[in-house]
């Protein structure tokens, strides 16, 4: 059970539109930036947006995100088959004493 | 460039210990401090800790407190994680990444280190 709440799948058919949207609490994305990260099969994550809304350099202006008060989604335009992938939202949580790195469950995007 | 490369995969029998290495070259090692993830078989991303390359200091999540201990050594710019008492569903890809507090969020992942823990 993950702490960020994502739903399991999304699809759409090529050159649509598609939004993710990851829920929390005011104990992490509340108070804290989100980051998304996409992981095509057999690889390991990489990182998509961070900061909320900031493209790191080598992602495509096809992926937009923003966040208010506990809720995060991200929003991919244009699908292209290469999108087919998972993608999680992840922040720091601070319901412990210390604070902890957690992810959402996970959403895997079929391009149809 | 920056590359994070870890250890190779490894079997292990319930109640072992593994040790898992990750390599950091590319940029300066005690800058970033470096988190562990790993990923079950047809599962999530779970975040097992972290440990600050400069200092050493570590804060572990608290599912793997006891058993995990995250060290690193600054001469050969690498880091270690390894989990103790291991059981069947401890079998997962290991990731180590560098977190960047710049950017807020994981910008190098390591390829991955599959651990199989079967008797």
């Known amino acids: 059970q993950s702490v960020l709440t994502q739903p399991p799948s999304v699809s759409a058919a090529p050159g649509q539109k598609v939004t993710i949207l990851c829920s929390g609490s005011?104990?992490?994305?509340?108070?804290?930036?989100v980051s998304w990260y996409q992981q095509l099969p057999g690889t390991a994550p990489k990182l998509l947006i961070c900061d909320n809304n900031k493209r790191p350099s080598g992602t495509p202006d096809r992926f937009s995100a923003s966040k208010s008060g506990t809720s995060a989604s991200l929003g991919i335009t244009g699908l292209q088959t290469g999108d087919e992938a998972t993608y999680y939202c992840?922040?720091?949580?601070?319901?412990?004493?210390?604070?902890?790195?957690?992810f959402g469950g996970g959403t895997k995007l079929t391009v149809l | 460039q920056v590359q994070m490369v870890q250890s190779g995969p490894e079997v292990k029998k319930p109640g072992a210990s593994v040790r898992v290495s990750c390599k950091a070259s590319?940029?300066?090692?005690?800058?970033?401090?470096i988190h562990w993830v790993r990923q079950a078989p047809g599962q999530g991303l779970e975040w097992m800790g972290i440990?600050?390359?400069?200092?050493?200091?570590?804060t572990y999540a608290q599912r793997f407190q006891g058993r995990v201990t995250m060290t690193r050594d600054t001469s050969t710019r690498t880091v270690y994680m390894e989990l103790s008492g291991l059981r069947s569903d401890d079998t997962a890809v290991y990731y180590c990444a560098r977190f960047d507090y710049g950017w807020g969020g994981h910008d190098h992942w390591g390829q991955g280190t599959l651990v199989t823990v079967s008797s």
């Open positions: 992840g922040t720091w949580d601070r319901s412990l004493s210390v604070r902890n790195w957690v």
């Open positions: 440990v600050n390359p400069s200092g050493g200091d570590t």
């Open positions: 590319g940029y300066t090692f005690t800058t970033y401090y």
């Open positions: 005011s104990s992490n994305i509340g108070n804290d930036d």
